[in-house]
């Protein structure tokens, strides 16, 4: 009886910290938290004409406070557009229809997200609601391109004072452009 | 020459069969196993909790020496922080199930081949028969269940103590961030990571176990027989758990 209650106790720790191993690998280590069931949500999608290396999965933020992620990146083969569908938490849901959304790079070299600007309406977005104004990745290798093509059009000027304002001004316009 | 080319495949074409069928066999008796609930309970206490101050002081030490290094290697590039990733996916994908079933091949393997392989040799297995008691029923599907159960387990404990003992070099001694230790392991170790971990230790638990019994099972009945049967065992399920990690995260990739 002595011998087989040890057994049991031997046992019952084992197994008890093996799950409990289990569910702080599943819990602690992942972003899903204790995230039982699903939290009141609504959806929002965007249409953009290049979302880079946005992933499903990437936080959707506004003022640097993460509001939804992206669950699903499709295709509009008729505007030839990325279609971009959002999970907004409930308690987020005084977001102005004339927002914005833009895709921003974390750090230098991190992953992309959404950044989500607010408009001034005083109606708000609902379940299955575009945003309309929205602007795209920004494509590091398009800004070298378009620098070196710049150069490349005019060598004479390319070392030149003249040439210096040049640069930025024709990298602006592809970095702020904005499609309605 | 040629001739014993032809031999020793055949040989080993017919080893693997009887491994394989020998395995649908246990396979066959579990339900019947899992009645007797518990022979199978002292068996999670054979394999896994008589197992787990080596799991844990291993998977400290690794997880530490991951520290180390993670953190000398990171250093170059001024990403320091990162350490909490490149440790956590190390472990839970690749160090936890591997490194626990080479040791649990070791520490629990040896001990239910040559377990087994006595059993042989002392007619207990003959002996079971002639009273009309199935030695594999009552005998070698306990022992395999049990293994089958401990594994996951043992790399699940593995991997959580091996975190720590990253934590422990990275945090506490190299001074890395503990917020951007943790909120950087959380934002880029996924669900499907995890998996990954899990579906590799549970195959890697019936690998192990299966290589054990068989091996105990069919030991030749005598002294040597048992020695040699216990080398075979840590020996075959060492190049098993590599042959099947590299298989398994080919599928997962």
């Known amino acids: 009886m002595r011998k087989s209650r040890t057994l049991n106790l031997g046992t019952g720790t084992f197994v008890l910290l093996g799950f409990a191993a289990l569910f702080f690998l599943t819990t602690q280590t992942t972003s899903r938290g204790l995230s039982f069931g699903s939290k009141p949500h609504y959806d929002l999608t965007a249409k953009f004409d290049n979302v880079g290396d946005l992933k499903v999965g990437a936080p959707v933020s506004m003022s640097g406070v993460e509001m939804g992620r992206v669950t699903k990146i499709g295709f509009d083969s008729k505007e030839y557009k990325a279609v971009v569908t959002m999970r907004m938490d409930e308690r987020y849901n005084q977001i102005p229809t004339d927002s914005d959304a833009s895709i921003y790079t974390q750090g230098l070299l991190g992953g992309k997200f959404i950044g989500l600007t607010a408009g001034g309406a005083d109606t708000y977005l609902k379940d299955k609601d575009q945003i309309d104004f929205t602007q795209s990745a920004f494509v590091l290798e398009n800004l070298i391109g378009q620098v070196l093509a710049n150069i490349a059009k005019n060598p004479s000027q390319s070392d030149s004072a003249k040439s210096a304002p040049d640069t930025p001004a024709a990298a602006a316009p592809k970095a702020t452009e904005k499609k309605q | ?253």
Do not use: H
């Open chain 2, 1 to 253: 020459m040629i001739e014993e080319l032809w031999e020793s495949t055949i040989e080993s074409l017919v080893g693997l069969g009887s491994v394989v069928r020998f395995l649908l066999r246990l396979v066959a008796e579990v339900p019947r196993g899992l009645m007797r609930i518990d022979l199978v309970a002292q068996q999670i206490y054979n394999a896994g909790a008589l197992s787990l101050v080596i799991i844990m002081l291993s998977g400290l030490f690794v997880g530490m020496v991951l520290g180390l290094q993670g953190f000398e290697l990171l250093q170059r590039f001024g990403s320091e922080e990162a350490l909490g990733t490149a440790a956590a996916i190390g472990l839970v994908k690749e160090l936890g199930p591997v490194i626990t079933a080479l040791l649990f091949a070791g520490r629990a393997g040896t001990a239910l081949a040559s377990e087994l392989g006595l059993m042989r040799a002392t007619d207990q297995l003959s002996a079971m028969e002639m009273m009309a008691v199935d030695p594999i029923r009552r005998v070698v599907v306990p022992r395999f269940l049990g293994g089958v159960i401990a594994m996951p387990l043992l790399a699940a404990i593995f991997s959580v103590i091996g975190i720590y003992g990253a934590q422990l070099i990275g945090v506490q001694i190299m001074r890395v961030d503990a917020g951007s230790f943790w909120s950087q392991m959380r934002a880029s170790v996924g669900l499907s990571d995890i998996n990954e971990g899990i579906v590799k230790s549970c195959i890697f638990g019936v690998a192990c176990s299966l290589i054990a019994v068989y091996e105990g099972y069919y030991a030749t009945p005598t002294a040597e027989g048992v020695g040699r049967a216990t080398t075979r065992t840590v020996v075959t399920s060492a190049v098993v758990i590599l042959f099947f990690d590299y298989l398994i995260t080919a599928a997962f990739l």
